[in-house]
Structures are given as structure tokens and as C-alpha cells.
């Protein structure tokens, strides 16, 4: 199984993406959290190592991009793949997020099988998951 | 018989010539006349041109050859020329054999006086009277030969009443005719004929002798041997010689060499022989002499000829030798030759050739073969052939000539070799053609212009480089040279230094313009240096000429510079001072020195201070310090009062200087200008006075103007504050879009998605439920649309503008991926051409094309598949000038986007840019009406323009046009 770790403060977009998560369930398993300080400890206090992390960049008490650095610069953790995920899709957000490290970008949807095909996209691309080869 | 005679010259004459001539010789005691002895061919050759009868008996039998006069006045029967002289022919003579012998053998001439012959002329009988006399002959070796008989006529005799005068007359006349006859004979020898009295006198001497003495007979005859130039010992010789004659009647015969008067220094043979009287006592001595020089040169010639050619072909400085056989035994080879080939005598001599130098035969074998079987002689020239000198083989090169040697056979019995070394003259040769030829190698890939001229000063090369700046071929360049290509202004002075060069064969180096193939003059530079042959003698010019255009423009430019700095000193009336630092004086223009009324042009630096005010002094002399000191900046510039010694009165002075350092940091010179500023000092006190005055009403006007002023201020500031403030309220209208949308856009997202989770939540949902919840949705996505579209918007001019380079083929790649979805949806395709990359803000980039492919989308016609078609190309002149809002100096890119959709009205043209337009009701195609107008704002950002053409129902193209770089 795939382990996801989705970290997003937004109950409502944490169930959507939940519920996407579950018509795939034979094939991932997800784990949440909901601000940046709470997903750092659950990274670095337990031996949880999620193969790919989604990450909203807007987030109280430690936001996407705060956490997004602290990854980046942890040896155990830096080569795990990071989605940001935003409601702007703003070019410059985007942008922002590829240099913070980003491996990619999804916009907030507002269709289910939007996110669907999305996800999909995701969970079936090799590249996120060297391990299970 | 004929053909024997007709190469003998001596018989000549009428009958008695003729009878000789065809006489059958070989049957004769005398032989053929070919072979007879020389002093009888003479002999004969004398009778026979004589008109007086002789006859000449030859030898022992007395064989008889006698002249025409002999057979027509004397002979009474015939006489048998050829033939011994019978004793009746004697008788008929009045001679007898023993008379003969003493002619013959002791040379004593013998005279039969008054004889009668009787001949029949006219019928009448005629009775005549002779003399006969009988001389002996020599033969060549000076032997008694024969006898010579000479008959005089004496007809005179019988004449009767003698006279004592007359008496004497006859005998005068006898005696007369006798020296005629003799006369006769011996003038027409070569040989010297004389006769001596017995006091050494002569009393006869021919012709010969006369020439040879270079005397006449007046002179000569009658004198002695020393009057007519002989010199002591050989006339004492001589008269010794004489006495022995008269005393013993025997001749004596002798040699003597002496000078001859014209052909110098001969020599001779003689022999004087007694004159007997009746009494047969002797009365004279007569001689004969003859030149035998060039008997006696061949002789000797013929004896040392041998040795003379051996001699010469030992000591030739030429290579001679000589081989014989059919071998070729080398017989004689002089040190030259055996120097050219390496060997010395022993190793050469009497050996065949081939064995001594085998190298050579297959060279030479077939000619040496040619010259002994035809005889002919050969020439080499510059043979080439390798010998073996010194125990190594050289390839030697030999100019020679083999001649034939003949012996007594027809064919050569060897041939004889000359032969001249050249090989070093070969070898130079090929060294000058190699040295020739890498001259041409260097010449043709230099970039200096070479030519090379002959003796006559006409070329004779050019080298590339001349080719191509003349533009002409060497063909025409060598006829015609290059004078017509040489500035008129500049042709005829070159010429000149050329010519005068030329005279003397020396350098010469001239500057001259030349116009190139481009009609353009160039400047060249020429240097010349005459050429010499090896033998010292002139062979030409070479010349290289660089080109110097870009040197004399600069120099042209320098010039003007200085010529213009000279007129503005002139102009600015400037005193110009030069400062040297090592012998401390000043030197200055005359300019300056009237200026500052000093006469010397040099002055010590304090003689040129000393003018100056005394007030100004220190602070001048100060300044100058500090503008020479070590590590200054070299500037002086100093304005001071001077006192005019010749004036009196008192100037203000103006100078500026630049001193000069060397790498030591030393001061070397300091040069500057000095102006006498005094009249504008005036006028600009003058002018401050006036200033003065003015400034202080200025500053009543300038209060007012101030309280003016302030309002003005108050006024600018307020509509300053206003103008921030309205920026202020924009970025606040801005932000507050933004936000707005930003945080509206969450909701409303939410709704939409909630509402796809409760239908797919409700199993069994009626009609009108179902019908509700969609119209929720696409309340819900109009609405989340409309704020992105507001946010995009917004964010537009709010970005700080940062251009990058952007490839716009990445981005319609990015966009393409974006929608694939609902591309495929369309069964759409979309062609991309290949598009620039330009200065563009990139996210701006995907927001355009990506508004300008949902449009696409968005409008494309439901009956029949999509088709997007992304052309680009440079904008033309022509089109950039339709719009008059572009850059004319930037390059502009068109990019269009053609689509198959449904299209519009063209009258809608401008407004489906407009922010809020539809052309659509909502229900048919969605959208907020902001794509577009976003588009719009996003080009004329970037400075660009965007427009739409279409046809209702075929489709629509949007025209982008964008700079290709921002400035």
C-alpha cells in the first residue's frame, strides 16, 4: 500500500480528499493532519514515513511553506515527495511552491472528479514511489 | 694529263706553255710537274712569262724546257721539250758538253758572243746576230740543278762606217740589253739577287734586295755593306766571305738571320758564287739569298708539335684527355681531367675508359659509339653524370666536346674529350630557382604588396596581394603597370624618387595613393632595393609596399588637430611657454613674450616670475611647486597680475600647464598656455558691479515670487497628496478584489463540491431534486469562475513588472496539458507551430494563451470536432505600420490563434474585449466575460496589441501581437 499524508487545516477539503482516497483504499492508506506543527511532530517524533505528502500552503500555526522548508532541510525526510495543494492557482503560487521544493501543484477543486482524475494521475505515477518497484 | 696540269700554275703562257702542259710527263726523266723540285717550277714559271728567248736545261741529261722567243727567234729545228739536250742541239748552240758541266757544276756562267743565226722572214734571208748565255740553276737544297740559257740579239753589230763615239753604242747597248734581260729575270723572284765588286761594293742588287733594304738603286748600288745597313759583324762576314770567293774561286754557301725591313726578323740562306773574266780570273762575286723564315718555322713548328700538344693538353686549364681504340685506352689526360674525375694517372692511364669509370658508361656509351663510327663531333652541355671521386658517388654536371681523332683510315682511331666542370654553376643555378621559387611562395602569401622589376625598370611579378587590391590580372598589371591606378596628385613626385633611384641603383622608399578595386585611393608605403646579378651587375628592382591608410588618416587627423589647436592659440590670443625641467628654462611663443613684454623667447623661471605683480608672486610660485611636485596631478592653473616692463602697466594673466613626469616620477617638463585676460576681467567686474546692483532688486521681485511661489507649492502638494492617494485607493481596490475573491472563492467551491458529494450520496433521486442540484452547481461554478476571473484580473497590473525570457512553446505545452481533458472531450486537436522566445512575465504568458484556448474551446461548435491552429511570424514593416500604437525600432511577433468554432459578427470585433461583454447567453456558452478583457490587458502590458477576425459559423482567429524584447 501506498501511505499518503495529507496535511491541510480545512476539515471539508481533508473529507474530499478522504473520500477520493477511499474508492482507491485497496491501493493507499492516508494518514492527516491539520496545521504544519502537529504533521512536523507525527514526522519527527514517531517513525512514520509516508511515501508522498499532500500539503495545503494556508494553515495556522505553522503554515505549507514553513513546513515544506523544515522537510527539505531533514535528512530523513527530505526525499519524500511533496504536493502542495492551494485554492489559488495562481502561476506565481505555483512557481513559489516548485522552488520551496514542491514535486508538484494541485488547485483546491471544485469537482470531485476533477480531483478524482487528479489523484489518480498521482497515486499511479512511478516517480513518487521508487520504492514500490 | 689534263687534269695533272691544270693545278700547275707555272706553265703558262702561249705554244711552248701548251706543248708542256700536254705532254705525257710520267714517260720523262723529269717526272710529273707536280713533283718537281720548287727552284725548277720557278725557273720555268720565269722563262715562260719572258719575252726574250731562254731555255732552261735541267739536271745532268740536260733536259730542254724553252719559251715562246726560243722557238720562234732561235730554234732552228724543233726542240724536243721534255728531252735530253742532244750534242747537235749543243753544236747548234755553240756549246759543248764540257762547257755545260762547268756551268753546271761550278756555277761558272759562260757567254758565246755574236752568234750568227740565219732564218727566212718575208722571203729574204735574213742573217742575225746573238749573244748566248749560259748561268747555272739551283735546286732547292741549293745544288747545282741546271743550266739557264738566256739569248740576247746583237743584230746591231753588222751595221757598217764604225764611229769611234758610235762605236761605243752598240756595246752600251749589248750591255743594256743584257741588264734588262737579267733584270727581268731576277726582279720577278723573291729571292735576293746581288752582285759584289771585289771591294765589297755593290755593283747589283735586285728588287728584292732594294725593298728589303728599303733603298734605291741610286742609293744603294755602288755603296758598301755597312752604308746600306748591315751591321759590322755581318759584313765584315760578308767581305771575309768575298775574299775567300776571289781568292779561291769556290762559292761559298751560308746561313744568317737579320732584320728585314718590313717583315722583321727572318732568316736566310745564301750563297755567293766567283765571276769569272775570259782571263778566267775572278771580277765580282754574285749571291743569291733566300728567305727561308717559314721553311724554318714549319720545321721547327712540326718538331714541336708533339711535344707542344702534349704540353697543351698537360697544362690546359680545361679537363683534356684523349683515349684511342675501341676500347678507349685513355693515352693522355691532363690534371684538370683527372681532378674531375677523381683519379690520379696511375689509376687512369692506359686503362679503358669504361673499366676506370664505369658510372659513366650508360650515359655515355652510345654517343662515344656515334663519334668514332661517324666521325662527327659532340656537345654536351650541363651533362649530368655521377663519378666517383673520393670514394663517393657525385652527380656532377659537365659541359664537353668529344672530337674524333683520325689516323690514315677513314674512320677516327680515338677522340679526344674537353671538358669544363659546371656543376657549382648548376647548382647555383638550381639553389637561385629553388631561392626563386620560395620567394614566390613567400611573396604570393604576403600581405605586403611585392613586385620585382628588370633591369630596364619594367615588371616583371606581382604578387597576389597586388592582384587583389588592383583587382587586376598580372597579364595586364605587367603590360600596363600601375601608374594609371596611382593618384594624379601622387604619380608624377613617386616617379620621380623611382627614376632618380634608378639612376644611382640605390633604395628608395616613397608614399604614394593607389586606388584599390573597390575605386577607393589606399595609402601605400614603398620600399625598393635593387637587385644585383652574381656577377655584380644590376638586375632589377623589388619592391614592397604595405598599406598605411589607416596611419595616414591618423596622421591627416593629428595634423588637422594641430593645425586647428594652432589656429585657436592663434585665435584665443594664447602665449604658449614650454618649462624644461633639466636646463630650467622657459621657452616662450613670441606671442607670449610680447604679452609679457620680455624680448628673450629663453628665460630662467625666475626671470619669466620676475614680471609678476609682487603681491601675486608667492601664491604663483607656490602653485607651480605643487603642479611639479613628485605625485602631483601635473595641473597649474594660476591667475595673476603682471607689471609690463615695456608698458608699465599693470595685465591680468591667466595660465594653465601640464607638467610631464618620467617613470621615475621625476619632473621632465611642464608645458601651458598664457592669456592676457585683463579686458575680460574688466568687463566681468564690470558685470558683477552690474549684478550687484540687479540682484539686490531681484531679491525685492524674488520675495514676492517666493509668496507665489509657496502657494504653488501648497497647491502641488495637495495635488500630490491627491494623486498618492488615488494610487493609494487603487492598490487598496486592487487588494481588496483579491482578497475578496481569494476568500469568496473557498465557499463557493466547497458548495460545488458538496453538491456533487450529495448526489452521488442520494441513491434514488426524482426529477425535480435532481434538476435542483444541478442548478446549484452551475449557480455555484458560474459564481467560483466569476471570482477567479475578478482575481486574475486583478492581479495583473498589481504584479511588479519583471520581464524574463519566456518560450512560448513551453507555455502552450503547460496550457495544452491543462485541458486535455476537454480537448479530448471535443475530439480537438491543436497544431502548434514553432513559437518564439520572448521578454514576457510568464505567468502572464499562461494566463493568455490559456484564457485563449478556453476560448477556443468554449466556442467551438458542437457539430464538428475542435480544430486550434497556433501560427507565429515576425510582423512586416508594412503590418507594423497599420498599427500605430507599436515600436517601430522592436521586432514584433504575430501569433495567432485560428479556431473552427462557431465564430462572431465582425461588428463585435472590439467589444468582445470589454470587460463584462458577452456576445453568448449564458445558457448557451459559459463564461464570465473576463477571459478576454484579461487577455487584452495582458498584451497591452507586455506592449502589444490583440485583435479578432472572424466568420459567423466557420471560426475565429485572435491576433496577438507582442514585442519580441522589452526594452
Given amino acids: 500500500l501506498k501511505s499518503l499524508f495529507l496535511v491541510d487545516d480545512d476539515e471539508d477539503d481533508r473529507d474530499f480528499f478522504l473520500s477520493v482516497f477511499e474508492t482507491m483504499r485497496d491501493r493507499v492508506v492516508c494518514e492527516t493532519a491539520d496545521n504544519g506543527l502537529s504533521a512536523w511532530e507525527r514526522l519527527t517524533q514517531t517513525s512514520y514515513r509516508p511515501d508522498l505528502i499532500f500539503l495545503d500552503l494556508n494553515m495556522p500555526v505553522m503554515n505549507g511553506k514553513q513546513l515544506l522548508q523544515k522537510i527539505r532541510g531533514h535528512a530523513n525526510l527530505q526525499r519524500i515527495p511533496v504536493i502542495i495543494l492551494s485554492t489559488s492557482s495562481n502561476d506565481k503560487t505555483i512557481q513559489d511552491a516548485r522552488e520551496a521544493g514542491a514535486a508538484d501543484f494541485i488547485t483546491k477543486p471544485n469537482k470531485l472528479s476533477v480531483l478524482e482524475h487528479r489523484l489518480k494521475a498521482v497515486i499511479d505515477d512511478p516517480s513518487y514511489f521508487p520504492d514500490l518497484l | ?967
Fill in chain 2, 1 to 967: 694529263m689534263t687534269e695533272i696540269t691544270s693545278d700547275l700554275p707555272f706553265l703558262t703562257g702561249g705554244e711552248a706553255g701548251n706543248r708542256m702542259r700536254v705532254l705525257d710527263w710520267s714517260t720523262t726523266n723529269l717526272g710529273l710537274p707536280v713533283a718537281w723540285p720548287s727552284s725548277l717550277k720557278s725557273a720555268v714559271g720565269i722563262i715562260l712569262r719572258a719575252d726574250v728567248p731562254m731555255m732552261v736545261l735541267w739536271g745532268e741529261h740536260y733536259i730542254c724546257l724553252c719559251n715562246d722567243a726560243f722557238l720562234s727567234n732561235v730554234a732552228a729545228t724543233d726542240i724536243p721539250l721534255g728531252q735530253a739536250a742532244d750534242a747537235a742541239l749543243l753544236e747548234a748552240w755553240s756549246t759543248s758538253r764540257a762547257q755545260l758541266r762547268n756551268v753546271l757544276t761550278l756555277g761558272r756562267p759562260y757567254t758565246v758572243r755574236d752568234k750568227q743565226l740565219t732564218s727566212i722572214v718575208q722571203g729574204q734571208t735574213t742573217t742575225t746576230h746573238w749573244t748566248f748565255s749560259y748561268s747555272q740553276l739551283m735546286t732547292d737544297d741549293g745544288l747545282p740543278g741546271g743550266v739557264l740559257l738566256t739569248c740576247m740579239q746583237a743584230t746591231y753589230v753588222a751595221t757598217p762606217a764604225p764611229d769611234p763615239t758610235s762605236a761605243l753604242q752598240p756595246a752600251t747597248s749589248a750591255s743594256n740589253v743584257s741588264l734588262r734581260v737579267y733584270e727581268t729575270v731576277v726582279s720577278a723572284t723573291p729571292d735576293l739577287v746581288y752582285v759584289f765588286d771585289l771591294n765589297y761594293r755593290f755593283t747589283y742588287a735586285n728588287r728584292a734586295l732594294l725593298t728589303m733594304w728599303g733603298k734605291t738603286w741610286g742609293t744603294a748600288i755602288g755603296k758598301g755593306l755597312r752604308e746600306n745597313g748591315y751591321e759590322e759583324w755581318h759584313a765584315a762576314m760578308h767581305e771575309r766571305e768575298i775574299d775567300h770567293v776571289a781568292a779561291t774561286g769556290e762559292s761559298v754557301r751560308g746561313e744568317v738571320s737579320f732584320p728585314h725591313a718590313i717583315l722583321g726578323r727572318r732568316v736566310y740562306d745564301y750563297i755567293l758564287v766567283p765571276v769569272f773574266n775570259e782571263k778566267g780570273e775572278v771580277e765580282a762575286v754574285a749571291g743569291t739569298t733566300r728567305d727561308v723564315s717559314e721553311m724554318k718555322q714549319s720545321e721547327l713548328s712540326l718538331r714541336e708539335s708533339e711535344s707542344r700538344f702534349r704540353t697543351l693538353v698537360k697544362t690546359a686549364p680545361v679537363a683534356m684527355a684523349m683515349f684511342r681504340g675501341n676500347s678507349y685506352v685513355a693515352e693522355i689526360a691532363n690534371d684538370a681531367y683527372l681532378n674531375l674525375i677523381g683519379k690520379n694517372e696511375a689509376e687512369f692511364l692506359d686503362r679503358p675508359l669504361f673499366e676506370s669509370l664505369p658510372s659513366v658508361r650508360p650515359r655515355i656509351e652510345e654517343i662515344l659509339k656515334n663519334v668514332m663510327t661517324t666521325g662527327q663531333l659532340y656537345n654536351g652541355n650541363e651533362f649530368k653524370v655521377v663519378l666517383n671521386r673520393g670514394g663517393k658517388d657525385e652527380v656532377c654536371y659537365v659541359n664537353f666536346t668529344y672530337s674524333p681523332l683520325f689516323g690514315s683510315g677513314e674512320l677516327p682511331e680515338g677522340f679526344m674529350v674537353v671538358a669544363n666542370e659546371v656543376t657549382e654553376q648548376v647548382n647555383a643555378r638550381h639553389r637561385v630557382e629553388e631561392s626563386e621559387a620560395r620567394f614566390r611562395t613567400m611573396a604570393e602569401s604576403s600581405p605586403v604588396f611585392i613586385a620585382v622589376g628588370d633591369e630596364t625598370g619594367d615588371a616583371t611579378y606581382f604578387n597576389k596581394a597586388w592582384l587583389e587590391l588592383t583587382g587586376r590580372p598580372m597579364e595586364y598589371l605587367l603590360k600596363y603597370g600601375w601608374a594609371d591606378l596611382v593618384h594624379p596628385d601622387d604619380r608624377e613626385p613617386y616617379i620621380k624618387i623611382y627614376l632618380d633611384a634608378l639612376k644611382i641603383k640605390g633604395l628608395f622608399t616613397g608614399e604614394f595613393r593607389v586606388r584599390n578595386n573597390e575605386n577607393e585611393y589606399r595609402w601605400l608605403l614603398a620600399h625598393g632595393a635593387p637587385r644585383f646579378n652574381r656577377d655584380g651587375s644590376f638586375a632589377g628592382y623589388i619592391s614592397g609596399c604595405t598599406d598605411i591608410t589607416r596611419q595616414k588618416e591618423v596622421q591627416l587627423e593629428l595634423e588637422k588637430k594641430e593645425l586647428a589647436l594652432a589656429s585657436a592659440i592663434e585665435l584665443a590670443e594664447l602665449g604658449t611657454w614650454t618649462y624644461d625641467a633639466v636646463t630650467g628654462e622657459v621657452t616662450l611663443s613670441s606671442k607670449h613674450a610680447d604679452m609679457y613684454g620680455i624680448r628673450e623667447l629663453q628665460n630662467s623661471l625666475d626671470d619669466y616670475f620676475s614680471v609678476i605683480a609682487e603681491q601675486d608672486c608667492d601664491e604663483v610660485k607656490e602653485k607651480f611647486r605643487d603642479a611639479t611636485a613628485r605625485g602631483s596631478d601635473g595641473r597649474y592653473n594660476a591667475e595673476y597680475r603682471i607689471v609690463n616692463p615695456v608698458t608699465n602697466k599693470t595685465q591680468m594673466i591667466h595660465a594653465l600647464g601640464q607638467a610631464y613626469f618620467d617613470d621615475t616620477g621625476a619632473l621632465t617638463r611642464v608645458e601651458g598656455t598664457a592669456q592676457d585676460v585683463t579686458a575680460q576681467r574688466e568687463v566681468q567686474l564690470a558685470l558683477e558691479n552690474e549684478v550687484h546692483a540687479r540682484t539686490i532688486e531681484l531679491a525685492a521681485t524674488n520675495e514676492e515670487l517666493q509668496a507665489a511661489n509657496e502657494e504653488l507649492l501648497s497647491i502641488n502638494e495637495e495635488l500630490s497628496e491627491s494623486s498618492r492617494r488615488l494610487i493609494q485607493s487603487n492598490e487598496e481596490l486592487s487588494q481588496f478584489a483579491y482578497v475578496a475573491s481569494h476568500d469568496l472563492q473557498e465557499p463557493v467551491r466547497k458548495i460545488s463540491v458538496f453538491v456533487e458529494m450529495l448526489y452521488r450520496n442520494l441513491p434514488q433521486l426524482d426529477e425535480r431534486s435532481k434538476s435542483l442540484l444541478e442548478k446549484i452547481d452551475a449557480s455555484a461554478n458560474r459564481m467560483l469562475n466569476l471570482i477567479r476571473d475578478v482575481l486574475k484580473h486583478s492581479q495583473i497590473l498589481n504584479n511588479a513588472t519583471k520581464y524574463e525570457r519566456v518560450d512560448l512553446n513551453k507555455v502552450v505545452r503547460d496550457v495544452e496539458k491543462e485541458f486535455d481533458m476537454l480537448i479530448e472531450q471535443r475530439s480537438g486537436t491543436v497544431v502548434v507551430d514553432s513559437l518564439p522566445v520572448i521578454d514576457a512575465i510568464e505567468f502572464q504568458m499562461n494566463q493568455l494563451f490559456s484564457n485563449l484556448i478556453s476560448n477556443a474551446i468554449k466556442f467551438s461548435a458542437p457539430t464538428r470536432p475542435l480544430q486550434v491552429k497556433i501560427t507565429a511570424g515576425i510582423l512586416n514593416e508594412s503590418e507594423k505600420l497599420e498599427n500605430q500604437e507599436l515600436n517601430n525600432r522592436l521586432t514584433y511577433y504575430k501569433i495567432s490563434f485560428q479556431d473552427n468554432g462557431i465564430g462572431f459578427d465582425q461588428a463585435h470585433a472590439y467589444q468582445i474585449f470589454e470587460i463584462f461583454r458577452r456576445l453568448h447567453a449564458r445558457s448557451e456558452y459559459s463564461g464570465t466575460g473576463i477571459g478576454l478583457a484579461t487577455c487584452k490587458k495582458i498584451v497591452q502590458n507586455h506592449g502589444g496589441e490583440i485583435s479578432a477576425s472572424s466568420v459567423p459559423g466557420e471560426g475565429a482567429t485572435f491576433h496577438v501581437i507582442i514585442p519580441a524584447t522589452q526594452s
